[in-house]
């Protein structure tokens, strides 16, 4: 059976990538809806990037866009990394299907309620439709599987030294995702990092012949200009990682931890400030992601996205 999911992201070139993989697999998961949040660009913009890609590789599902921006905090956006569109290298065609009228947040509070098996969500972009949810309507705790997200770190941040973007972007909303007590696996920067794509990797999907892996290597292109300017050796697949643990918990380690989220430090807002001596006395309540296994989860993602109609 596959396992009923809730994808909500801000595409974003890895986040688009991250919705090819979970379309590519309808036999391990079941996207009931893909609500969307602002974070890597507004929320009109990474509402359209997931209708285009989507429209582009075939597939149509509910798409919501959400809040326009985080709980208590202006958005910052991180359009160094993807552009003016929130999606630049491929040009790509308009969207085929529109979005729901549904605010993001309902979709999210009514799939869960009207799933009969627990729902399993995967937010690969700032918390705050996740923590809305979980605000507005607290009895849909206990039919969430759990919350595999990618954000934070356990180590090194990359907005601040001290965090992770997706988690600076919405620190409070963070704080009640990682409080609320559903069972979260952290997809963090200890293991996107290390889950880089390599430009010989890219070469092979531009030479495919393929028009999904040309556009997923023409977003990887755009997503590698950033990352050579910061001294990376390939792009991190960041948002892909989140996915793919769902598809195969394998693909990852992880230890049990507790882990609070940092919202007042002078230096260190949003900060996944990760307990692994266990000196703060606290429960552990995250899986703390500390390595991949790079080569098969880099397979996985090119098997993905080479699957779908040339
Ligand atoms: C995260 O930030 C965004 O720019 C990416 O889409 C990813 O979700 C990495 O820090
Ligand atoms: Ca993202």
New binding site residues.
Partial sequence: MPKPIIIDC?P????AIALLLAFAHPELVNVLAVTIVA??QTLEKTVNNALKVLSFAGVQCEVAGGYDRPLMRPLEI?DA??GESGLDGPDLPAPTFAASEKHGVQVIIDAIRGSREKVTIVP??PLTNVAAALIGAPDIKKNIERIVL?GGAAREG??TPAA???ILVDPEAASVVFQSGVPITMIG?DV?HEAQVMAAEVDYLLNSGHRVGVMVGELLEFFGEFHETMGFAGMPL??PLAMATVLDPTIVETRHLPVTIETQGQYTTGRTVVDFYGVTGKEPNVDVALKVDRDRFVQMVIDAVLSYDK
């Fill in positions: 801000d974003g070139h890895d986040d974070g890597n991180a990394v993807h690969t972009g990618m990359n907005w992770e973007f997706n920067l996107t960041h948002d």
